[in-house]
């Protein structure tokens, strides 16, 4: 009996499964990427991002 069970053990390896999920987390990130890219590049946010940075060197510099 247990000859049989490390027989469908073997039979169902999931030696390949690591592999997509490589591959499923490398298209999420990329388009995580993607989206933060667009989002970083668009005028509003460039816009909000310079007024923080001309506030924050106000501060320090005076």
Do not use: W
């Not at 000859?3 to 390949?16: A, P």
């Not at 933060?36 to 816009?47: E, F, W």
């Amino acid at each position: 009996m247990s000859k049989v069970i490390n027989r469908l053990g073997r039979l169902r390896s999931e030696c390949g499964m690591t592999t997509a999920e490589y591959a499923v987390g490398t298209v999420a990130a990329c388009g995580f990427g993607g989206i933060l890219y667009k989002l970083l590049t668009s005028d509003s946010v460039q816009n909000l991002l310079g007024d923080v940075i001309e506030k924050a060197f106000g501060v320090i510099g005076g």
